[in-house]
């Protein structure tokens, strides 16, 4: 079973916070859930690892994983 350290609380923290964020933007922005997976795997090399780095993980999403529509 998993504990909650710092860094746990730090990227649960974050995860809330940028959910509530998204929800009360009006309107909402709809994400492109398309690019090529060569892309993806490019921009995601090194996300999962032993230390994460809970800061960096969620600026990576929020850049990459979830884009915007224009």
Do not use: C, F
Not at 9 to 33: C, F, H, I, T
Not at 46 to 70: K, M
């Amino acid at each position: 079973m998993h504990e909650v350290d710092q860094t746990t609380e730090q990227m649960v923290r974050g995860v809330l916070a940028y959910a509530e964020n998204r929800l009360r933007m009006n309107p909402v922005p709809l994400d492109k859930s398309t690019m090529p997976a060569h892309e993806l795997y490019e921009r995601l090399d090194g996300l999962i690892r032993d230390a994460p780095e809970a800061e960096s993980h969620l600026e990576l999403i929020r850049e990459v994983l979830v884009r915007t529509a224009p």
